[in-house]
């Protein structure tokens, strides 16, 4: 189920105390897409308690194609098949939250656990999804163990080289 939501203010006041945990870059075939930063109110992440994952663009992308990785790998991380009707829901959701993006430009994904998630589009409010399963699925994308990229994950959860054995 989604709501939308009147265009408002950034995230930060709904993330009290909001700090960087850590960020990092996403690389894909040699092109640098975007940098990730995690932002959590607590002095570690976890699912329990709310956070933003913030995205800048260094590379102009589709709406379409966001939407297209974005459930590529939410299917991919599913621990069963997701149906088709939930997929189409939260495509759905994602073509109403994103745009097409230019350098420079940054979505915004605040997790609201146990609720659902809003999307901010360069500071202003784009849509509220009211789905935990969609939210947890979507950020999965970086923070599950197995995202696709290991480093990123690392980088944007904060963990010191030495922890990550490097």
């Given at each position: 189920m989604t709501m939308t939501q009147p265009a408002s203010s950034d995230w930060r006041p709904s993330l009290s105390g909001a700090r960087l945990a850590g960020s990092g870059d996403f690389t894909w075939f040699g092109l640098h897409l975007y940098t990730a930063r995690l932002w959590n109110a607590g002095s570690t992440w976890s699912w329990h308690e709310p956070f933003a994952l913030e995205l800048i663009y260094h590379r102009a992308l589709s709406r379409d194609t966001l939407v297209q990785a974005s459930v590529d790998e939410m299917r991919r991380l599913a621990d069963k098949p997701i149906s088709a009707e939930t997929l189409t829901r939260w495509s759905q959701s994602m073509r109403e939250a994103f745009v097409d993006v230019r350098p420079g430009m940054r979505i915004t994904g605040l997790y609201l656990p146990?609720?659902?998630?809003?999307?901010?589009?360069?500071?202003q409010l784009s849509l509220e999804v009211i789905d935990p399963a969609f939210s947890r699925a979507f950020f999965a994308i970086w923070l599950d163990p197995r995202a696709r990229d290991a480093q990123l994950r690392q980088r944007l959860l904060g963990l010191a080289a030495s922890e990550r054995g490097d």
């Amino acid at each position: 189920m989604t709501m939308t939501q009147p265009a408002s203010s950034d995230w930060r006041p709904s993330l009290s105390g909001a700090r960087l945990a850590g960020s990092g870059d996403f690389t894909w075939f040699g092109l640098h897409l975007y940098t990730a930063r995690l932002w959590n109110a607590g002095s570690t992440w976890s699912w329990h308690e709310p956070f933003a994952l913030e995205l800048i663009y260094h590379r102009a992308l589709s709406r379409d194609t966001l939407v297209q990785a974005s459930v590529d790998e939410m299917r991919r991380l599913a621990d069963k098949p997701i149906s088709a009707e939930t997929l189409t829901r939260w495509s759905q959701s994602m073509r109403e939250a994103f745009v097409d993006v230019r350098p420079g430009m940054r979505i915004t994904g605040l997790y609201l656990p146990g609720r659902g998630c809003r999307f901010y589009v360069d500071g202003q409010l784009s849509l509220e999804v009211i789905d935990p399963a969609f939210s947890r699925a979507f950020f999965a994308i970086w923070l599950d163990p197995r995202a696709r990229d290991a480093q990123l994950r690392q980088r944007l959860l904060g963990l010191a080289a030495s922890e990550r054995g490097d």
